[in-house]
C-alpha cells in the first residue's frame, strides 16, 4: 500500500492513482537487462501467485530482449564485415596503388558519408644536410576541391600535428569538437569532428 510511510516507493506525477506496486528484474545469468514494473490503483492488488506467475514471464521477456540485442549485435558486426569485404574488394581491384587509395578513400567517402578523406603516405628523403626525414605526404583526397599539393605535408616527428602522433602511436585519435584540438587542422575548414586512424602492416 503506497500509502503506507514505511514502504519503498517514488510517486509519479503521471499515476497519482497508484496504491500497490510490484516490481521485478529481468535478468539473465545473474545480468539484468531490465525490469518489469506494475501498478494498481488499489492497495494490496498484488498477490505471492501474481509474483510467482510473473516471475517466469519475467524470465521469458528477460530472454526476448537479450535475444533482440544479440540479433542486433550480429546484424551490425554483418554490416560492418560486408563493408569491410567492400574496401577490401575494391582496393584489390585496382591496377595501381594510387588508384587503390582513391578507390578506398571514395567508398569511405560514400558509405560512412563524410565531408572528406584523406589518406596520408610515409615519404622519406635525405635533407641538405644527410638527415634522414620521415613525412606523412598526402597522397589522396576526396570531398574537397582543394588542389592535393596544396594539402600540408607534416613531418612525422611534428608532436603538435595529430597526423604524425597518430603515425607514431599507432593508435587512433577521435576529435569530437576541431575547435577545442589545436593540434589538428582540418583540410576542409567547415569540418567539426575528425578521426585520425594509422594504416599499418605488422
Known amino acids: 500500500d503506497t500509502a ?79 563493408f569491410l569485404f567492400d574496401i577490401t574488394t575494391i582496393a584489390a581491384a585496382a591496377d595501381t596503388v594510387n588508384e587503390a587509395l582513391e578507390n578506398i578513400a571514395n567508398n569511405l567517402y560514400g558509405s560512412i558519408r563524410a565531408l572528406s578523406v584523406t589518406i596520408y603516405m610515409p615519404q622519406v628523403f635525405v635533407d641538405t644536410e644527410e638527415n634522414v626525414i620521415t613525412i606523412m605526404k598526402p597522397v589522396t583526397l576526396v570531398g574537397s576541391d582543394q588542389p592535393l599539393s596544396e594539402v600540408s605535408e607534416v613531418p612525422i616527428d611534428e608532436q603538435n600535428n595529430l597526423v604524425a602522433v597518430v603515425s607514431n602511436s599507432m593508435e587512433p585519435i577521435m576529435v569530437d569538437n576541431i575547435a577545442e584540438e589545436s593540434r589538428y587542422l582540418p583540410v576542409v575548414s567547415t569540418a567539426r569532428s575528425a578521426i585520425i586512424t594509422p594504416v599499418s602492416a605488422g
Open 4 to 82: 503506507d510511510a514505511m514502504v519503498v516507493h517514488r510517486p509519479n506525477p503521471y499515476l497519482p492513482l497508484t496504491r500497490s506496486e510490484m516490481a521485478l528484474p529481468l535478468s539473465i545469468q545473474d545480468r539484468v537487462v531490465g525490469a518489469l514494473d506494475l501498478q494498481s490503483n488499489q492497495p494490496n492488488a498484488f498477490s505471492d501467485e501474481d509474483m510467482r506467475v510473473l516471475t517466469i514471464l519475467a524470465g521469458q521477456i528477460a530472454v526476448a530482449i537479450d535475444n533482440a540485442n544479440l540479433y542486433a549485435e550480429i546484424q551490425s558486426r554483418a554490416s560492418d564485415m560486408s
